[in-house]
């Protein structure tokens, strides 16, 4: 419809444009005042009818014009609304955008934390390998399994809290007791005074037994001193200032300070201390607590349930 509007005016002004240029006469004529023949008569009446409409097209001009810029300028208040529009949705966008990305980094700092997470579980607390051979048997398939151990600086970290504990606990109930023995009378308090003694007897005896990180019977996996690239599972027989007899008792070492003696169960098919004599402590990568087994159940490595220490063959045990 705004289209035909346009177009007929564009043909109106063209024809107004026309009518000008000619003969037309821009008049009116009152052809009943003159006297010309039929000829000539006719002609004025048609010339008046043209004058008419002429008067009336101008009159329409205004309005037309008026229709015309405003179709004119329609477009392009059209265009700067869609454009408006479109600035609208590229900021829902760029927000889009912006969530997405925050999602990433999120995605990516969890990624970091938990590898950061596995990566001091696995080299800090403890850890899992597959190991093969017969070394071990029967308590380790020759066919294969999966060890579970602790880390050795886990085993340190808890050793020096455990030390720690023990020390503070023996320390205060020392104090205590000299406490009670300085402000009353010898006879007052005496079970109490027994109890305490005892506790702190049974403090000093733990102290002892766990003077060592590793004691005998662990089963631990360490680097081989003959391929540092190798690692080999036994089981730790004597720990330091141990005498061990070897070579069928013709002969005893005594072991090192922070150095272990270790050997296979299977004593027919294990190359351990016996060849290449004691193991510094250093070379220890964790101690073992779980076996996963494809063949058996799962099973926990108790030291005290599969080891009985083996009193002929030393000839001395330290504390």
């Not at 869609?82 to 700092?109: A, D, E, G």
């Not at 023990?166 to 406490?179: A, E, G, P, Q, R």
């Not at 922070?258 to 294990?270: A, F, L, M, T």
């Not at 201390?273 to 926990?300: A, E, Q, T, W």
Request: charged share 25%.
């Amino acid at each position: 419809m705004n289209i035909n509007i346009y177009d007929y005016f564009i043909k109106s002004k063209s024809f107004l444009n026309i009518l000008k240029k000619k003969i037309f006469c821009k008049n009116k004529v009152n052809y009943r005042c003159l006297i010309y023949n039929g000829f000539n008569k006719g002609k004025y009446k048609l010339l008046n009818k043209i004058y008419l409409k002429k008067k009336i097209l101008n009159k329409n001009l205004s309005q037309l014009e008026n229709r015309v810029n405003l179709l004119r300028k329609y477009p392009l208040r059209k265009r700067k609304g869609n454009n408006f529009k479109i600035s609208l949705i590229n900021k829902k966008n760029f927000n889009v955008n912006f969530v997405k990305i925050r999602h990433l980094l999120n995605f990516t700092k969890k990624i970091i934390l938990c590898s950061l997470f596995i990566y001091t579980i696995n080299n800090y607390l403890f850890d899992m390998t597959l190991t093969s051979g017969s070394s071990m048997y029967p308590l380790i398939n020759k066919n294969g399994v999966i060890l579970f151990y602790i880390c050795d600086d886990a085993l340190r970290f808890f050793y020096k809290l455990h030390k720690i504990y023990m020390d503070s606990y023996t320390y205060i109930l020392h104090k205590f007791n000299n406490i009670i023995r300085f402000l009353f009378h010898p006879n007052n308090f005496i079970c109490f005074k027994e109890r305490i003694s005892e506790k702190i007897a049974n403090l000093e005896g733990k102290k002892k037994k766990n003077m060592h990180i590793y004691s005998r019977g662990d089963i631990v996996l360490l680097i081989s001193p003959v391929d540092n690239n190798k690692r080999v599972c036994k089981r730790i027989i004597a720990i330091e200032k141990d005498k061990i007899y070897v070579d069928n008792f013709n002969s005893f070492v005594e072991i090192p300070e922070n150095n272990i003696w270790v050997e296979g169960d299977n004593k027919n098919d294990s190359f351990d201390s016996r060849n290449y004599g004691c193991v510094h402590v250093n070379l220890i990568i964790g101690k073992v607590f779980f076996l996963l087994d494809p063949f058996k159940k799962f099973s926990l490595i108790n030291n005290k349930k599969n080891y009985q220490i083996e009193s002929s063959r030393f000839l001395y045990l330290s504390d």
